[in-house]
C-alpha cells in the first residue's frame, strides 16, 4: 500500500490550497483516513481525519477553514485548505488506517509527506 500526496506549496496568507491523497495498491479494508502536520521544531499532529462512514475529528486550530473529505469509491481523500495562516505552515502527512490480504490487522499507513508554506 502507498500513498500519493501532493498539492502543497507556497501560498500567502488568507490563500487556498488542496491536498489530494490517493491510496494506491491492494486494501482489505479501509477505516480512517485524514492528514497531521509538523512544523519546524515541533510534534507531528492531527490536523483531520474522516471515518469509513463519514465521522470527523478537525483541530480546533483549523475548524472552519479547512474540510476534508473522502470518495471510498476510489480510496482518496481531499484537504481543503482555506483562510491559510503563517502558524498553518508545516510538512503535512497524509495518513490512512486500513488492512491489507497480507496483514489482514488495521495499521498505519503515511504519505511521504508535502510542503505548505503560508506566508505572511
Known amino acids: 500500500v502507498q500513498l500519493q500526496a501532493s498539492g502543497g506549496g507556497l501560498v500567502q496568507a488568507g490563500g487556498s490550497l488542496t491536498l489530494p491523497c490517493v491510496v494506491a495498491g491492494t486494501i482489505r479494508s479501509l477505516d480512517s483516513m485524514g492528514w497531521y502536520r509538523q512544523a519546524p521544531g515541533k510534534k507531528r499532529e492531527m490536523v483531520a481525519l474522516m471515518g469509513e462512514y463519514g465521522g470527523t475529528n478537525i483541530a480546533p486550530s483549523v475548524k472552519g477553514r479547512f474540510t476534508i473529505s473522502r470518495d471510498n469509491t476510489k480510496n482518496t481523500a481531499s484537504l481543503q485548505m482555506n483562510s491559510l495562516k503563517p502558524e498553518d505552515t508545516a510538512i503535512y502527512y497524509c495518513?490512512?488506517?486500513?488492512?491489507?490480504?497480507?496483514?489482514?490487522?488495521?495499521?498505519?499507513?503515511w504519505g511521504q509527506g508535502t510542503q505548505v508554506t503560508v506566508s505572511s
Open positions: 495518513n490512512v488506517v486500513a488492512s491489507t490480504y497480507d496483514i489482514p490487522t488495521l495499521k498505519n499507513f
